[in-house]
């Protein structure tokens, strides 16, 4: 494979404006189409390429098939004190995400505790974004959201569950959150970025469909994802179906359609839980910024550079890419432009490139 090395840069005020014109040509109400955009783009400036704009397409395809239903609003089916369940009617992952998060939050203010879990999602994007915001008003979130199963369990060579993503944050007492957020399972979108890219992946991240391990991205798309961190990834890969999937009573596992099926609902689901740590012993925010300062102080291991701590690299990222644009290379954007023209967005709106 030859690697394509042009890179473009897109202001991320620019890359805003093209999501957001994208969804709107898609019929996507202006309020959804803005918080999509947000996420995606929020993505792409923390440097999480495989989860940012370029994933423009995939929402594309699914509002085209009908499988995403923009203009869907969330149905409360059972709620208690400090917990809901809640119906997304297949509608736009991202603003029904963040509804269900905002409830939560304000189940923890009331009771210490909210948790919220979300059924018939569809796909919400990286999940830092949810978790950051009630850390900023001083509590504690976790979110975990279960996808199409291309996992295989740790030792074997079939999909069992998906990339399955938990990510978690806390407030941290004059200071940043600490913000962490991470797949129990090797990203398809990261195969799928490498193959637009024409280069090869990392070794262990994938099997082809003899299961044997390989480092060529199509060969790992036709075959299976191996888990972050062996067991360790399994285990909480599989945690992830139960707290999304399981606790919503939707599809866990092998039930989850396959993400190459775009005509019926994709059934994914998403869960979140806020805590409010004035309803415990009340130090965490101290904790944390304790936790943060001696990780920060620790000796870094030979060609380690220097220890960050769970956040740091994003907010480093989000200040370079604010200050000279989101880098977006050429084999990513054609592939992007490819897809959304089939998804009957011809042509494609332009967007400041340098």
């Known amino acids: 494979m030859t690697a394509i090395h042009h890179i473009h840069h897109i202001p991320h005020s620019s890359a805003h404006a093209f999501c957001v014109d994208v969804l709107g040509r898609l019929?996507?109400?202006a309020e959804e189409a803005r918080v999509c955009a947000e996420t995606l783009v929020e993505a792409s400036l923390r440097g999480v390429d495989s989860h940012g704009i370029s994933l423009l397409g995939?929402?594309?395809e699914?509002?085209?098939s009908g499988q995403m239903r923009p203009g869907r609003r969330p149905l409360v089916r059972r709620e208690?004190?400090?917990?809901?369940?809640?119906d997304g009617q297949h509608g736009l992952g991202p603003p029904l995400a963040r509804w269900a998060t905002d409830l939560a939050?304000?189940?923890?203010?009331e009771t210490g505790l909210g948790a919220v879990a979300l059924r018939d999602a569809n796909y919400?994007?990286?999940l830092a974004p949810y978790v950051e915001a009630p850390a900023r008003a001083g509590l504690l979130a976790v979110a975990a959201a279960n996808s199409t199963p291309r996992v295989a369990p740790h030792g074997g060579r079939e999909g069992l569950h998906g990339t399955n993503p938990i990510a978690w944050a806390a407030p941290a007492a004059a200071g940043e959150p600490l913000v962490f957020d991470a797949a129990t399972g090797h990203s398809a979108a990261k195969v799928t970025q490498a193959a637009e890219e024409g280069r090869p992946l990392a070794p262990g991240i994938g099997l082809d469909p003899d299961g044997r391990p390989t480092t060529d991205p199509a060969a790992a798309r036709a075959g299976t994802l191996l888990p972050v961190g062996g067991a360790l990834g399994y285990g909480f890969g599989l945690l992830v179906d139960l707290l999304t999937g399981g606790l919503a009573g939707g599809?866990?596992?092998?039930?989850?359609?396959?993400?190459t099926e775009l005509d019926g609902p994709y059934g994914c689901s998403f869960f979140v839980l806020v805590v409010d740590p004035a309803s415990f012993g009340g130090g965490l925010a101290e904790a944390a910024r304790s936790l943060a300062a001696d990780a920060r102080a620790t000796?870094?291991?030979?060609?380690?550079?220097?220890v960050r701590v769970p956040g740091d690299r994003a907010r480093e990222m989000r200040e370079q890419r604010l200050a000279g644009g989101i880098p977006m290379g050429a084999g990513r954007w054609q592939a992007l432009t490819r897809r959304l023209r089939a998804s009957g967005v011809d042509p494609v709106p332009e967007v400041q490139r340098d």
């Open 62 to 64: 699914r509002i085209h």
């Open 80 to 86: 208690g004190a400090a917990t809901a369940l809640v």
């Open 58 to 60: 995939t929402f594309a």
């Open 105 to 109: 939050r304000d189940k923890a203010r």
């Open 27 to 29: 019929g996507v109400p």
């Open 251 to 259: 599809p866990c596992g092998r039930q989850v359609p396959p993400v």
């Open 299 to 306: 000796a870094p291991a030979e060609g380690a550079g220097r």
């Open 124 to 126: 919400v994007g990286a």
